[in-house]
């Protein structure tokens, strides 16, 4: 399929290139024709005159007139239709040489019905080769037109000559030849057909030289746009010699502009380069040249670029091959997936596989597992006490640490098992294809003899033990989720007897011998059993004793332990990977109960709900709030994410990043426990940060203590310059208050006002609190 031409001023229709050029040179001719008629006519004129003052006649007989007419008609009569109608015709073949054919043909027989040998017209002859040379493009045709001018000039003066067509007499027929009327027409028509023929040629002329400039000014711009364009255009033959390369090609590839020895098959990298050349040559046998990407190598330092390649064969004039490859650096995009790729699917500190991508690849595993009848392995492998590193060392010698001991992992496992990070100090391990127990025993023991050598960073020198719990497919489970939930319960089993050990699961595992592991597995019910309660804390302003917002407070009511605190619950949640799904419950029923309240026409007071280092962590989190929001439909400036200073400081330069998008929802952010983790007038100042929570630590000895009185004044003054409000915690006495409130802090929370109380109880608060009784 033909690409159409896009119109431009030189050629409104959008004509074909070479059908335009045609045109253009068809349109030059038939006016020059005219002009060349109007001078023949105009020396007629006056000849006639002048031969009437003198003894000679210019007398045509009536045949010669009839033939005259009748010739000059239809000169003008095709003159015409080449030019207003060239474009219906041009489609028929050797239409341009018909054109040339008929001014001979009309030229001869003018010379024949004006004297034959004696004609002073057979200079025209000379037009027309004038006219071949420039209509015709041909070299060939145009030497033939030439020989063809002087067959038909032989055929009339044969004809002339031997009475084959009737005799016709000159016009001047009995004028002396030497007279002076005679010499000075013939010098007038001498001087006209040259002026005419000078005219011709020079007006021809300027159109090639006006062409040729054009020629020029489009090749300078198609060379500045080739040699700026941002893809790299190389032209080559077909035994790769590289004959031109543009500015980019040339910058990308380091190749010498001066050098014409660069093969372009030299700069493509070995691995590709077979495939290269099979195209190459299905594309000279007429086989289009797909897009397809190349690894190519720079011409000096042999860097790798990746581009993206298309290549067109081209015929040029002399019959020669010629090919163009235009080709596109996407070696920046690719890397960008790629770091995409890692950051979609790899835990960012140790490269390692994050849940998400396990828990897929796991899927496919387990599956080829389950056809061809496999043992697969899951092993949870635990730091212990591995917080005590990142309180006693920073989370920076905490994250050398993570990394040292998956690069250890990696090291001990085969390429086809999988190494991830759950979250924190978990990993998980699965072995692809185990023949027995024993012999996953045997490499968790491995494992852990490998993480027991000494760790050294920077100055500090750690030794580390680890706990393992082991799940295999296909007696503890079918799917991935329920062998990590085993492996989980068995890494508990580890723990909850001293920890620095190896747990298969079994059923007989004792889960009694520890609350912990009843909690575990209550967890995993408790959602599906709507065993979790929220109750509701509230703040309040210190000035007028309203409700301003509260704070959601999850409880857990065990069918078999009675009322579970979350200090009990939270941290095992946080440990098994649970606390994602128990906080976006948390998060749903709070925004829930908000605009419950909303709808029962009590005041608008903000929610707040708090936010693990955990929940922080996933990636999910954003979207969770969003989803969340919809879904209950209750309006973001009524929702405060609190967030504990000491988990906003365990990496403070993600976190920002965090909370900056959650508050460009309309969500608040509150930091709570504020004066526990030691952050930086630095980084406050670039927390997106609206409420600050003052610790109850500090508050409870504000009465006493100098030294508490002294922080809590410098909190309340510090959030009065940064415009923060400020919530102060675990305020029982009305000493407390008295304090807070002359040193203007903004809000209270605790049993002097209320505990964390049912919902219900809230709208009575509020509702006392309208009408003066609170």
Same mark, same amino acid.
């Given at each position: 399929?033909?690409?159409?031409?896009?119109?431009?001023? &030189?050629?409104?229709?959008?004509?074909?290139?070479?059908?335009?050029?045609?045109?253009?040179?068809?349109?030059?001719?038939?006016?020059?024709?005219?002009?060349?008629?109007?001078?023949? *006519?105009?020396?007629?004129?006056?000849?006639?005159?002048?031969?009437?003052? =003198?003894?000679?006649?210019?007398?045509? =007989?009536?045949?010669?007139?009839?033939?005259?007419?009748?010739?000059?008609?239809?000169?003008?009569?095709?003159?015409?239709?080449?030019?207003?109608?060239?474009?219906?015709?041009?489609?028929?073949?050797?239409?341009?040489?018909?054109?040339?054919?008929?001014?001979?043909?009309?030229?001869?027989?003018?010379?024949?019905?004006?004297?034959?040998?004696?004609?002073?017209?057979?200079?025209?002859?000379?037009?027309?080769?004038?006219?071949?040379?420039?209509? +015709?493009?041909?070299?060939?045709?145009?030497?033939?037109?030439?020989?063809?001018?002087?067959?038909?000039?032989?055929?009339?003066?044969? &004809?002339?000559?031997?009475?084959?067509?009737?005799?016709i007499y000159q016009p001047l027929d009995g004028t002396p030849a030497l007279s002076e009327t005679f010499l000075l027409l013939l010098w007038l028509w001498v001087t006209l057909l040259n002026t005419a023929i000078a005219f011709i040629c020079t007006f021809l002329t300027h159109a090639l030289r006006r062409k040729t400039a054009e020629a020029s000014t489009l090749a300078r711009r198609l060379g500045n746009f080739l040699n700026h364009a941002n893809d790299l255009i190389i032209q080559f033959r077909p035994d790769g010699t590289i004959d031109y390369a543009n500015q980019a090609s040339r910058s990308i590839l380091n190749i010498d502009p001066d050098s014409n020895e @660069?093969?372009?098959?030299?700069? @493509?990298?070995?691995?590709?380069?077979?495939?290269?050349?099979?195209?190459?040559?299905?594309?000279?046998?007429?086989?289009?040249?797909?897009?397809?990407? +190349?690894?190519?190598?720079?011409?000096?330092?042999?860097?790798? @670029?990746?581009?993206?390649?298309?290549?067109?064969?081209?015929?040029?004039?002399?019959?020669?091959?010629?090919?163009?490859?235009?080709?596109?650096?996407?070696?920046?995009?690719?890397?960008?997936?790629?770091?995409?790729?890692?950051?979609?699917?790899?835990?960012?500190?140790?490269?390692?596989?994050?849940?998400?991508?396990?828990?897929?690849? &796991?899927?496919?595993?387990?599956?080829? &597992?389950?056809?061809?009848?496999?043992?697969?392995?899951?092993?949870?492998?635990?730091?212990?006490?591995?917080?005590?590193?990142?309180?006693?060392?920073?989370?920076?010698?905490?994250?050398?640490?993570?990394?040292?001991?998956?690069?250890?992992?990696?090291?001990?496992?085969?390429?086809?098992?999988?190494?991830?990070?759950?979250?924190?100090?978990?990993?998980?391990?699965?072995?692809?294809?185990?023949?027995?127990?024993?012999?996953?025993?045997?490499?968790?023991?491995?494992?852990?003899?490998?993480?027991?050598?000494?760790?050294?960073?920077?100055?500090?020198?750690?030794?580390?033990?680890?706990?393992?719990?082991?799940?295999?497919?296909?007696?503890?489970?079918?799917?991935?989720?329920?062998?990590?939930?085993?492996?989980?319960?068995?890494?508990?089993?580890?723990?909850?007897?001293?920890?620095?050990?190896?747990?298969?699961?079994?059923?007989?595992?004792?889960?009694?011998?520890? =609350?912990?592991?009843?909690?575990?597995?209550?967890?995993?019910?408790?959602?599906?059993?709507?065993?979790?309660?929220?109750?509701?804390?509230?703040? *309040?302003? @210190?000035?007028?004793?309203?409700?301003?917002?509260?704070?959601?407070?999850?409880?857990?009511?065990?069918?078999?332990?009675?009322?579970?605190?979350?200090?009990?619950?939270?941290?095992?949640?946080?440990? =098994?990977?649970?606390?994602?799904?128990?906080?976006?419950?948390?998060?749903?029923?709070?925004?829930?109960?908000?605009?419950?309240?909303?709808?029962?026409?009590?005041?608008?007071?903000?929610?707040?709900?708090?936010?693990?280092?955990?929940?922080?962590?996933?990636?999910?989190?954003?979207?969770?709030?969003?989803?969340?929001?919809?879904?209950?439909?209750?309006?973001?400036?009524?929702?405060?994410?609190?967030?504990?200073?000491?988990?906003?400081?365990?990496?403070?330069?993600?976190?920002?990043?965090?909370?900056?998008?959650?508050?460009?929802?309309?969500?608040?952010?509150?930091?709570?426990?504020?004066?526990?983790?030691?952050?930086?007038?630095?980084?406050?100042?670039?927390?997106?940060?609206?409420?600050?929570?003052?610790?109850?630590?500090?508050?409870?000895?504000?009465?006493?203590?100098?030294?508490?009185?002294?922080?809590?004044?410098?909190?309340?003054?510090?959030?009065?310059?940064?415009?923060?409000?400020?919530?102060?915690?675990?305020?029982?006495?009305?000493?407390?208050?008295?304090?807070?409130?002359?040193?203007?802090?903004?809000?209270?929370?605790?049993?002097?006002?209320?505990?964390?109380?049912?919902?219900?109880?809230?709208?009575?608060?509020?509702?006392?609190?309208?009408?003066?009784?609170?």
């Amino acid at each position: 399929m033909s690409i159409p031409t896009i119109p431009t001023s &030189a050629n409104p229709a959008g004509l074909p290139v070479s059908l335009q050029g045609r045109l253009e040179r068809t349109h030059l001719i038939t006016r020059v024709r005219w002009q060349l008629i109007s001078a023949i *006519v105009v020396f007629c004129l006056v000849a006639e005159i002048m031969l009437v003052w =003198s003894q000679s006649t210019f007398d045509l =007989s009536i045949l010669q007139y009839a033939l005259l007419l009748g010739t000059l008609s239809t000169l003008n009569l095709y003159n015409l239709i080449y030019h207003y109608y060239y474009l219906k015709i041009a489609r028929f073949a050797f239409i341009d040489h018909l054109h040339i054919l008929l001014d001979i043909f009309v030229v001869t027989v003018l010379i024949h019905f004006t004297g034959g040998g004696n004609s002073w017209l057979w200079p025209l002859y000379l037009v027309t080769t004038i006219e071949a040379a420039f209509l +015709l493009e041909n070299r060939r045709d145009v030497l033939g037109i030439g020989a063809l001018n002087g067959l038909f000039y032989a055929w009339a003066l044969i &004809a002339g000559h031997y009475n084959l067509l009737p005799y016709i007499y000159q016009p001047l027929d009995g004028t002396p030849a030497l007279s002076e009327t005679f010499l000075l027409l013939l010098w007038l028509w001498v001087t006209l057909l040259n002026t005419a023929i000078a005219f011709i040629c020079t007006f021809l002329t300027h159109a090639l030289r006006r062409k040729t400039a054009e020629a020029s000014t489009l090749a300078r711009r198609l060379g500045n746009f080739l040699n700026h364009a941002n893809d790299l255009i190389i032209q080559f033959r077909p035994d790769g010699t590289i004959d031109y390369a543009n500015q980019a090609s040339r910058s990308i590839l380091n190749i010498d502009p001066d050098s014409n020895e @660069i093969n372009i098959s030299s700069l @493509i990298d070995p691995t590709d380069r077979p495939r290269w050349q099979r195209q190459v040559l299905l594309l000279e046998n007429g086989t289009s040249f797909p897009a397809t990407e +190349l690894l190519m190598r720079t011409n000096s330092d042999q860097q790798a @670029i990746i581009l993206d390649s298309n290549v067109t064969l081209l015929e040029e004039n002399d019959g020669q091959w010629t090919l163009w490859g235009i080709f596109r650096d996407i070696t920046a995009r690719r890397q960008a997936e790629a770091r995409l790729d890692q950051l979609t699917n790899f835990d960012q500190l140790t490269g390692l596989a994050h849940r998400s991508n396990f828990m897929e690849r &796991a899927e496919q595993v387990t599956l080829m &597992a389950k056809r061809e009848r496999k043992n697969t392995a899951f092993l949870i492998i635990n730091i212990d006490r591995f917080k005590l590193i990142n309180d006693a060392l920073g989370s920076a010698i905490g994250d050398e640490v993570l990394k040292a001991v998956s690069q250890r992992l990696l090291n001990q496992v085969r390429e086809v098992d999988v190494v991830g990070r759950l979250n924190g100090d978990e990993f998980v391990i699965m072995l692809v294809n185990v023949e027995s127990a024993d012999i996953v025993h045997n490499l968790a023991v491995k494992i852990t003899q490998a993480l027991t050598p000494m760790i050294a960073i920077n100055s500090h020198e750690l030794f580390l033990t680890t706990s393992t719990g082991i799940a295999l497919y296909p007696q503890d489970g079918d799917t991935p989720e329920e062998l990590l939930k085993q492996a989980e319960i068995a890494l508990l089993s580890v723990k909850s007897t001293g920890r620095n050990g190896i747990q298969f699961f079994t059923d007989q595992i004792d889960l009694n011998q520890n =609350s912990r592991l009843r909690l575990l597995n209550g967890l995993h019910l408790a959602l599906q059993q709507q065993q979790f309660v929220l109750h509701y804390q509230p703040k *309040v302003n @210190i000035h007028t004793g309203q409700i301003t917002s509260v704070e959601a407070l999850i409880r857990w009511n065990h069918p078999e332990m009675g009322w579970v605190m979350p200090t009990e619950f939270i941290p095992l949640a946080e440990e =098994s990977g649970l606390i994602g799904i128990i906080g976006r419950w948390v998060l749903e029923e709070a925004c829930r109960q908000c605009l419950i309240w909303q709808q029962q026409g009590l005041p608008p007071i903000r929610m707040a709900v708090n936010f693990s280092g955990h929940q922080l962590q996933q990636e999910s989190l954003l979207k969770s709030i969003t989803d969340v929001l919809k879904k209950t439909g209750l309006a973001a400036q009524w929702l405060e994410v609190e967030i504990t200073e000491t988990v906003i400081m365990q990496n403070p330069e993600v976190t920002i990043n965090i909370l900056q998008a959650i508050q460009k929802l309309g969500v608040h952010i509150a930091i709570d426990d504020f004066g526990t983790g030691y952050s930086s007038l630095a980084y406050l100042k670039r927390f997106p940060v609206n409420t600050l929570k003052i610790d109850r630590a500090f508050v409870r000895d504000i009465e006493q203590s100098d030294t508490d009185a002294a922080i809590v004044g410098a909190i309340l003054k510090m959030g009065a310059t940064l415009k923060l409000n400020i919530v102060a915690e675990g305020v029982e006495t009305h000493g407390q208050r008295k304090f807070l409130e002359q040193h203007n802090c903004h809000e209270i929370q605790g049993f002097l006002y209320s505990p964390a109380v049912p919902p219900e109880r809230i709208v009575e608060m509020v509702r006392q609190g309208e009408n003066g009784t609170g």
